[in-house]
């Protein structure tokens, strides 16, 4: 099965929560060191109201994994790119996002 795209950058396999896609693609226009983001599970959660934040939590073999947190769910992201967790965190509020 292949993989539907957004500039060719985000998978869109299934649904991305509220909010977090307008982040992702401003993310994806400004750092052209990402090679793609993968949206993963999507899992309810109490304490994720208000703005989106997100969280790098671990490498992967190819990047970074992230949680997004926005209208009460959470939802896994990998990132996959060079990059340093501390770039793209920074591009991550460039693009609108509270990083934790």
């Known amino acids: 099965m292949r993989l539907r795209t ?16 307008g982040i ?11 090679r793609s983001v993968i949206p ?6 109490r304490d994720a109201r208000g703005k989106v934040k997100m969280r790098i939590t671990v490498p992967t073999q190819n990047g ?6 926005s209208s009460g769910a959470r939802q896994e992201l990998f990132i996959s790119t060079d990059l340093t967790k501390e770039a793209i965190e920074a591009a991550l509020v460039k693009a609108g996002a509270l990083v934790e």
Do not use: M, N, Q, Y
Not at 6 to 19: Q, T
Not at 40 to 45: A, E, M, S
């Open 24 to 34: 992702l693609v401003e993310f994806l226009e400004a750092t052209p060191e990402v």
């Open 40 to 45: 993963g599970v999507i899992r309810p959660v």
């Open 6 to 21: 957004a500039k060719d950058r985000l998978k869109i396999e299934h649904s991305i929560i509220d909010g977090v896609r």
């Open 64 to 69: 970074w994994k992230a949680i997004a947190l």
